[in-house]
């Protein structure tokens, strides 16, 4: 029972994390004050910080999480102790991280006005899809 209610929170989450990144890009696109507030926090964000490595360093903590779910899928299915969802969840697991992944390399502040915003809650999505897929697992 807990599982579930876990499960639906953070599917919730995830729904309204993508909502969010959806909304802020829309906004920023079409009025003009959210526009020039985001070519002021890209600028400051770009001076004031290393993003590239920053950029960086998120892709390869989502591919070292990815590489480490699906190692974790194979040790359970040997040991015959997953679930009924576990394959499905990995699936979107890998889409949602792939997808974070892609959006990261393909993109950029300049191409994509709330890059900063939407880049972390991509990846943050992909986080929650992780631990969902963890804890979903049986031990």
Same mark, same amino acid.
């Given at each position: 029972?807990?599982?579930k209610l876990f499960y639906r929170i *953070? !599917? *919730?989450l995830q729904l309204l994390l993508l909502i969010a990144s959806f909304g802020l890009q829309y906004f920023s696109v079409k009025k003009m004050g959210m526009m020039r507030y985001m070519v002021y926090i890209n600028s400051e964000l770009q001076q004031n910080y290393p993003v590239n490595s920053i950029r960086y360093a998120i892709i390869a903590v989502l591919s070292v999480l990815a590489l480490a779910s699906v190692a974790a899928f194979a040790a359970a299915k040997k040991r015959d102790a997953q679930s009924v969802m576990a394959l499905p969840m990995l699936y979107l697991q890998l889409i949602l991280t792939a997808a974070a992944i892609v959006f990261a390399l393909a993109f950029s502040p300049q191409s994509y006005? *709330?890059?900063f915003f939407t880049?972390? !809650?991509l990846a943050l999505i992909a986080l929650i899809q992780e631990i969902n897929f963890l804890a979903n697992l049986k031990r």
């Open positions: 029972m807990t599982k *953070s !599917l *919730s006005r *709330s890059y880049a972390p !809650l």
